[in-house]
């Protein structure tokens, strides 16, 4: 311990939770401990072993069918750490509330039954030596469904780009708008937005720490966790975990962060981000003052699944620190919980921007005054216009004088961004290029041309190719909330059981379908890019990509779901004829052939039975009549536990009226009509072209000097500026008072 604190004797502060060092914990451990984290390590290792001698995965098994060769590209790539399993988030969740009432939903699955559906899986007979042949013929088919080499026509002149788009019908303007504008700066030409994209080499200077280091924190590798220098209980918590050796990530950022220095850090999905900041946290919080309960950190996250997750990679970390308490501030959940969990003051706090301000505002005897670390995961999602009036909010309820840790897959926001969350020359961190995919995912594209009404007979050919036992995890990425609650439905009626995972549902029913997922009670997941955003859930084989995502970040972050923790994966993306679907293709292609000595990823053509397909969509269009009455019987059935609701709400309301009546009302930052409103001003103003240089230059330095600007009215302050206007008010109307009276 002695040891450790000289290690700091030459700061300018001590890198402590807080200045008080009177309760230094006693980290000793018996020898028990000991042997018992060096037999974990020892299982580790002989695990990971296993799985490489016995190939889990199995991603070339169906390689000579289905992949067109000649599109494939040999890569080589070294082996990372960790073979840990995932995470056991929203197992707390659950728990909560034993005693509360269950909530009625409908019962999708039993109305499908009802329909003739999940009963038997639709099979179109065939042989497979005849599936052999005609994969073959598709391959060297003469109308062209081989896969170019260039990748959907990435070395075509940009003329026959421009006929290709005229041919394109998208359904909605915008999306037009954005493959012109990608097709422009493919072109190599330049826009007033162009121009602004990338920060000055001297601004990056100005608010950055120095570059270099940055670059010795990243050349510096640790063989394992006690190199780090980190406690007893909090390593004897990593072992127990199965974490033997730091990530990247890790290497470079805990050092940093135990320092007490802002960070902004961006590494790929899978990376160990979360870890990343939460170890320096627990460790830092060993030496908070024992007898003041106080909220010290910070989390912000943009979903709630990925804030349940956050929270159960704390507690198994600090499963063997005493004293260290969570809490939780998400929506979805029992509120009242929520409140009596914050009012002991947890030193960490996890949450939500939206319901993190619903509890500053109504939970009594919460605070943020003696808040000093705040952590920004999926930061550059967070950064949105979609939250920026809500972080503007918490920025100013926060102590300025913070540590800020900014964390993200793909971490690219401007300085013009970060400016208003008072950053201190933080330092930038990115272990991988911004734009790259996991060393070990095979990434496969299926080119659909002009055929988007076989997207669901497709889909469903394909889940029963890839894992015709049901024994893998897939996760199925569409657009739209109404396609994910479709698809569900017409795979049900084709005999195949699959959850979904959107906006739309329930907080119970997002935390059921991410269960049964889990348990592979339910082995596909069809959702939104609500699950894109760092949910880990552990082994998930496949990513299907059902719709084109709006950019290639976007597309990482999907992808990025499997191939975690040095485990295989592979993605299958249907790909349409428009210029941002193949813009998407050719940077995914890019990046492997960039990275071809630093990766075993590979970039592939799959090819398809469509002649099978056509027969799986003609049972499809069959059921079409089905999927509507299923809909429309779901929507009655959902109309009547509303009524029953509001009749309980009713009887609730007459039993209890003076008791609710005395509660104190709650007030909202913002109600959802304010939320769209605020996107759609962000949206405007982002797509605003300003033509004049000088009047661009001056918005931008007005914008810079109130960004910058950390100076707040106190109460005197605002005492004085009345005073002084009353003053004028009273000076330019000398004879009000009189002319007044006289007229009476």
């Known amino acids: 311990m002695v040891a450790g604190i000289k290690k700091f004797a030459g700061l300018d502060f001590v890198p402590t939770i807080s200045d008080s060092e009177d309760d230094v914990p006693v980290l000793d451990s018996s020898d028990d401990e000991k042997v018992e984290v060096k037999k974990t390590a020892k299982k580790t290792k002989s695990k990971k072993n296993k799985n490489k001698a016995t190939g889990a995965d199995g991603l070339d098994e169906d390689v000579h069918e289905d992949l067109n060769a000649g599109f494939k590209f040999d890569l080589d790539a070294d082996d990372t750490t960790s073979n840990f399993q995932g995470w056991n988030f929203l197992a707390e969740a659950n728990k909560d509330d034993p005693e509360a009432p269950v909530k009625k939903d409908v019962d999708l699955d039993k109305i499908i039954r009802r329909k003739g559906g999940l009963v038997k899986m639709a099979h179109i007979d065939t042989n497979e030596e005849e599936e052999e042949e005609e994969e073959e013929e598709e391959a060297h088919d003469s109308d062209g469904e081989e896969l170019a080499m260039d990748g959907f026509g990435m070395g075509a002149p940009a003329k026959n780009e421009e006929e290709d788009d005229s041919e394109d019908e998208p359904e909605e303007e915008q999306e037009q708008e954005e493959e012109q504008e990608e097709l422009t700066m493919e072109k190599g030409g330049k826009n007033d937005e162009a121009v602004e994209e990338d920060d000055s080499e001297e601004a990056k200077a100005d608010f950055y720490a120095p570059e270099t280091e940055a670059n010795d924190a990243k050349k510096q590798m640790y063989d394992n966790f006690n190199s780090l220098s980190l406690s007893r209980p909090v390593l004897k918590g990593l072992a127990s975990l199965g974490y033997v050796k730091p990530s990247p990530i890790q290497s470079a950022t805990i050092p940093i962060a135990l320092l007490g220095k802002d960070i902004i850090a961006g590494a790929v999905t899978g990376s160990g981000k979360t870890a990343a900041f939460m170890i320096p946290i627990i460790e830092r919080l060993l030496y908070k003052p024992g007898k003041i309960a106080s909220t010290r950190v910070i989390v912000l996250l943009p979903t709630r699944e990925l804030a349940l997750q956050v929270a159960d990679v ?16 998400v929506g979805g959940l029992n509120l009242r919980q929520q409140e009596q969990l914050l009012k002991s003051r947890p030193d960490i706090v996890i949450a939500t921007p939206g ?21 920004m995961d999926e930061a550059d999602r967070m950064l949105e216009e979609g939250f920026q009036d809500e972080l503007n909010e918490i920025m100013g309820l926060l102590p300025s004088n913070r540590q800020n ?31 790259k995919a996991a060393t070990k995912l095979t990434q496969e594209f299926v080119r659909i041309r002009k055929r988007d009404h076989l997207k669901p ?26 396609t994910a609650h479709r698809l569900r439905i017409i795979m049900g009626l084709l005999g195949m059981s699959v959850g979904e995972l959107h906006g739309s549902l329930t907080q119970e029913q997002r935390l059921d379908s991410v269960n049964k997922f889990k348990n592979l009670e339910v082995p596909v997941l ?57 813009s998407i293709v050719r940077a995914a292609i890019k990046s492997v052939e960039e990275n071809k000595s630093l990766t075993q990823g590979k970039a592939l053509g799959r090819n398809v039975d469509w002649i099978q397909i056509e027969e799986t ?56 009509s304010d939320k769209k409103n ?35 009215k106190t109460k005197n302050d605002r005492v004085t500026d009345q005073e002084r206007t009353f003053k004028k008010q009273k000076s330019a109307n000398p004879n009000k008072k009189k002319g007044f009276s006289k007229r009476r």
């Open 314 to 329: 704390g507690k198994q970390i600090a499963r063997f620190v005493s004293g260290i308490t969570f809490g939780l501030a």
């Open 355 to 375: 319901r993190f301000i619903d509890h500053i505002r109504n939970s009594a005897s919460f605070n943020v005054d003696s808040v000093e670390i705040l952590v």
């Open 405 to 435: 840790l900014l964390f993200s897959a793909t971490m690219n926001s401007k300085i013009k961004s970060l400016v208003s969350l008072s950053l201190r020359r933080p330092v930038r961190i990115m272990i991988d290029p911004p734009k």
């Open 457 to 482: 007979a497709l889909l469903f050919n394909l889940i029963r190719k890839l894992d015709p036992m049901g024994q893998k995890r897939i996760v199925v990425f569409v657009a739209r909330k109404e």
């Open 526 to 582: 069809i959702c939104t890019d609500l699950a894109s955003r760092g949910l880990d859930i552990p082994k998930i084989e496949v990513v299907v990509n059902y719709d084109m995502p709006k950019s290639y970040e976007i597309y990482l972050h999907r992808v990025g779901r499997t191939a975690r923790a040095d485990r295989e994966g592979r993605s299958v993306t249907l790909v349409g004829e428009s210029s941002h679907d193949r």
């Open 617 to 672: 969509n003609k049972l499809v269009e069959s059921m079409s009549d089905t999927v509507e009455e299923i809909l429309v019987e779901e929507k009655e059935e959902k109309e009547i536990l509303r009524a029953e609701m509001q009749l309980r709400k009713g009887e609730n309301m007459l039993k209890h009226k003076k008791e609710i009546q005395a509660r104190p009302r709650r007030t909202w930052f913002q109600n959802e």
């Open 678 to 712: 605020s996107k759609l001003l962000g949206a405007l103003s982002r797509n605003k072209k300003v033509t004049n240089s000088k009047k661009r230059k001056r918005e931008e330095a007005i914008a810079d000097d109130n960004g910058s600007r950390s100076y707040r």
